[in-house]
């Protein structure tokens, strides 16, 4: 059973930066793949990144791809979420999630249905 806590988000105007962390505890965190997904308010959840067990496969949500970067650090049992030229249009709850498996599939990686943990998610405003 895996416990995952976010942290780092906040109010910020557009165009600067901000890093979410999540932090993983009771499991072995190199076993899990792990997404980050977001949910503005009425909206359903869409994904927004994911990066494999070894840190070494990323795959992004277009509208982020070249602003976002997720990282890892398995020594430390926290993955990352390093936002870049935010828009107001990334103002939502950003959720930190994670699989167990070491197999990469993409398209599974970015589906909310195949991940089995789910942290309480963290809130990020950006103003115009």
């Known amino acids: 059973q895996v416990q995952l806590v976010e942290s780092g988000g906040g109010l910020q105007q557009a165009g600067v930066s901000l890093r979410l962390s999540c932090a993983a505890s009771?499991?072995?965190?190199?076993?899990?793949?792990m997404g980050w997904f977001r949910q503005a308010p009425g909206k359903e959840r869409e994904f927004v990144a994911a990066?494999?067990?070894?840190?070494?496969?990323?795959y992004y949500a277009d509208s982020v791809k070249g602003r976002f970067t997720i990282s890892r650090d398995n020594a430390k049992n926290t993955v990352y979420l390093q936002m870049n030229s935010l828009k107001p249009e990334d103002t939502a709850v950003y959720y930190c999630?994670?699989?167990?498996?070491?197999?990469?599939?993409?398209?599974?990686?970015?589906?909310?249905?195949?991940?089995?943990?789910w942290g309480q998610g963290t809130q990020v405003t950006v103003s115009s």
């Open positions: 999630a994670a699989e167990r498996t070491t197999a990469w599939r993409p398209l599974a990686r970015a589906s909310a249905n195949e991940y089995t943990y």
């Open positions: 009771g499991g072995t965190f190199s076993s899990y793949a």
């Open positions: 990066i494999s067990w070894s840190g070494l496969t990323t």
